[in-house]
């Protein structure tokens, strides 16, 4: 007898889970009347996401607009993936303003290193992408899609 996959929401502790055991998700943001989507690479602890990107035009919108959705995957197979999107503001890190600044760009730059150790040294293998952000996570939902094990 075939089983029919289940669709199953996701807790909060599921979901902080799923986001810092993965490294890379798409950041939607909204440019006028259209909605621009584009992949990065993140870190993510207590309720907080680390990037970075590069001056242009996503960091000129989202300086304007910094409220975003971003979404993680892991697609197993048609009928078996979890997906978790999580909405929030972007919050830019200044690293010289105030003693306050520095401080929060030091630990998002550790954060980040765990990822590319690299960062923001003459060794970084982008070195234009040089603003650091922090995403704070106001909502997040999860949903798993997966065969019944029953």
Do not use: C
């Amino acid at each position: 007898m075939t089983t029919q996959p289940q669709v199953r929401e996701l807790t909060r502790p599921e979901i902080d889970a799923f986001l810092a055991a993965r490294t890379h998700g798409r950041i939607a943001y909204s440019f006028h009347d259209r909605v621009d989507i584009e992949p990065i690479h993140y870190v993510y602890e207590a309720g907080w996401l680390y990037g970075r990107t590069q001056p242009g035009l996503k960091l000129s919108v989202l300086q304007r607009n910094p409220w975003v959705a971003f979404e993680v995957d892991e697609v197993r197979g048609t009928f078996d993936w979890t997906s978790v999107v999580v909405k929030g503001t972007v919050y830019f890190v200044d690293d010289a303003a105030t003693d306050r600044s520095e401080e929060i760009h030091q630990r998002v730059l550790e954060r980040l290193r765990t990822l590319i150790p690299e960062a923001l040294t003459p060794d970084d293998p982008v070195p234009e992408r040089r603003v650091l952000f922090r995403l704070l996570v106001d909502d997040a939902r999860g949903r798993s899609f997966a065969p019944d094990p029953g």
